[in-house]
């Protein structure tokens, strides 16, 4: 283990081993499970550690791989916005700190500790893992999207992502913008014209392809999906969102829905124009 980072070793997203994790059953209260094991080893690299005394273990992800994510284990202080979820093992209680990013990546793991030949660390068990997909995308395209962006500002701006699905990943090949008919809320808000959704679904067609996701603005806020996003998505579909201000694009994110929630997705850009 390192040893006076404050940091433990992890692993990518694999499969607890032998050991049976099955009673162990996330909840809305307690996203994240550790098993006994995983308590007994963080408390004790608290114990030990000087730089991690006083403060709490958090757990943070981002994305690694096509289908994975890589994990970070960190002792740190809380911070605003965090989730507080305490973990049990007979006598012995931690709290684990999850940040707002992380949550929606987290929710229903199980974290357990192994030690191997091949290796100690954290093991996390991760439903989530097989939502995630690759958004390839040609630097054209993202340039066009780009640019469309800027020209629009300050009002959102949206369209429509043709291109076809494989295992894992989406190929993008077209990208069309589309009238927003949300005229009296155009700062905060899109509506497809359903002229225009359906003239692009028949020339898609027509060629083999087919309409995967949406992409549109959000000026002068992040990349992420908001509330009304959220309403209005569909199941299947990939929503790609720039993030726009004054000096242009600052920001690109893919997402899916998953059930009542998004799930983030990893871009590709790519120089040839079909895959």
């Known amino acids: 283990m390192p040893q006076a980072s404050g940091q433990l070793e992890s692993k990518k997203l694999g499969a607890p081993g032998r050991r049976d994790t099955a009673a162990l059953q996330p909840t809305s209260e307690r996203p994240v499970v550790f098993t006994e094991a995983a308590v007994r080893k963080a408390f004790s690299f608290a114990k030990h550690n000087d730089e991690a005394k006083g403060k709490q273990l958090r757990v943070s992800v981002r994305s690694g791989g096509c289908s994975e994510f890589e994990y970070a284990f960190t002792f740190d ?39 191997e030949l091949s290796g100690n660390g954290f093991k996390v068990t991760n439903p989530n893992a097989a939502a995630v997909h690759v958004l390839r995308i040609p630097a054209l395209l993202k340039r066009r999207l780009n640019r469309w962006a800027r020209d629009g500002y300050p009002s959102e701006v949206c369209g429509l992502l043709v ?78 969102i720039l993030s726009v201000g004054p000096e242009g694009v600052a920001d690109c994110r893919a997402w899916r829905l998953d059930g009542s929630r998004f799930i983030e997705q990893r871009i590709e850009e790519t120089t040839t124009w079909r895959q």
């Not at 049990?88 to 709290?95: G, M, P, V």
């Not at 707002?100 to 500790?113: K, M, T």
């Not at 494989?166 to 700062?187: D, P, S, Y």
């Open 77 to 115: 202080t809380p911070k605003e916005g965090d989730m507080r979820i305490p973990q049990c093992a007979a006598e012995l209680t931690i709290e684990v700190l999850v940040d707002q990013f992380s949550i929606p990546y987290l929710d229903g793991c199980i974290v357990d500790y192994w030690e």
């Open 163 to 240: 291109g076809r699905g494989g295992a894992g990943a989406i190929l993008i090949e077209r990208v069309e913008k589309t009238g927003n008919l949300a005229a009296e809320r155009l700062q905060d808000r899109f509506l497809l014209d359903p002229d225009d959704h359906l003239a692009v679904d028949e020339t898609a067609r027509r060629d083999g392809l087919d309409i995967v996701g949406v992409w549109h603005t959000h000026p002068d806020h992040p990349a992420r999906p908001s509330g009304t996003d959220l309403e209005a998505a569909w199941e299947g579909y990939v929503y790609l």
